[in-house]
């Protein structure tokens, strides 16, 4: 069982930046393989935002390329999303997530909200 805590996440204007940030629960002691960042606004699909695997291989939605960044620190499992020039489209709640051995783990979300 993998445990997600998220941080981060508030209330910000268009054009602010956030950082969100989710640590893996200690007794984890391998590299979890693929670790990410979704998010779901009111009446929408959970989509993914950017994603990061133990090699540093990266992917982004469309729509945040440019805009977000996101990284593993030291720490191996430990996800961060830099979020630069927010836009009232990017309100959501925020998920982390894990994949390992077949199966997603989710944390509890953390809502951003962007303000025109």
């Known amino acids: 069982q993998v445990q997600l805590v998220e941080s981060g996440g508030g209330l910000v204007q268009a054009g602010g930046s956030l950082s969100l940030s989710c640590a893996a629960s200690?007794?984890?002691?391998?590299?979890?393989?693929?670790m990410g960042w979704y998010r779901q606004a009111p009446g929408k699909q959970r989509e993914l935002v950017a994603s990061i695997t133990r090699d540093s291989s990266t992917v982004y939605a469309d729509s945040v390329k440019g805009r977000f960044t996101i990284s593993r620190p030291n720490a191996k499992n430990t996800v961060v999303l830099q979020m630069n020039n927010l836009k009232p489209e990017d309100t959501a709640v925020y998920y982390c997530?894990?994949?390992?051995?077949?199966?997603?783990?989710w944390g509890q979300g953390t809502q951003v909200t962007v303000s025109s």
């Open positions: 997530n894990a994949y390992e051995l077949g199966t997603n783990f």
């Open positions: 200690r007794s984890i002691v391998f590299s979890i393989n693929l």
